[in-house]
Nanobody, 125 residues
Framework: QVQLVESGGGLVQPGGSLRLSCAAS????????MGWFRQAPGKEREFVAA????????GYADSVKGRFTISRDNAKNTVYLQMNSLKPEDTAIYYC??????????????????WGQGTQVTVSS
């Protein structure tokens, strides 16, 4: 069982940056693939980024590649999402998720067993 708590969301101007954090409970954090997803009003939840258990492999949605960076600190049971060059279309609730399935199995939200409550990111001038 893993409990996830996101933080770091807020209001930022276009072109600005935010760093999201996701703190996990439990002693097996380093066994999980961790992902970030987002959901805008009226839209389906979509994949943003994922990182393998050791942190050596990462993957990104095309819409955020080159702007967002996912990382993790297994000693602190925390995963991060550094978001740079933010755009209004990045506005959404951002969710952290954990999965024991293979990193290479795809990016569907259905592959993730545990979810945080979400944190709001709003990009607006």
């Amino acid at each position: 069982q893993v409990q996830l708590v996101e933080s770091g969301g807020g209001l930022v101007q276009p072109g600005g940056s935010l760093r999201l954090s996701c703190a996990a409970s439990g002693r097996t954090f380093s066994s999980y693939v961790m992902g970030w997803f987002r959901q805008a009003p009226g839209k389906e939840r979509e994949f943003v980024a994922a990182i393998g258990p050791s942190g050596s492999i990462t993957g990104y949605a095309d819409s955020v590649k080159g702007r967002f960076t996912i990382s993790r600190d297994n000693a602190k049971n925390t995963v991060y999402l550094q978001m740079n060059s933010l755009k209004p279309e990045d506005t959404a609730i951002y969710y952290c998720a954990a999965s024991l399935r293979s990193f290479y199995g795809g990016t569907s939200p259905d592959r993730y067993e545990y979810w945080g409550q979400g944190t709001q990111v709003t990009v607006s001038s």
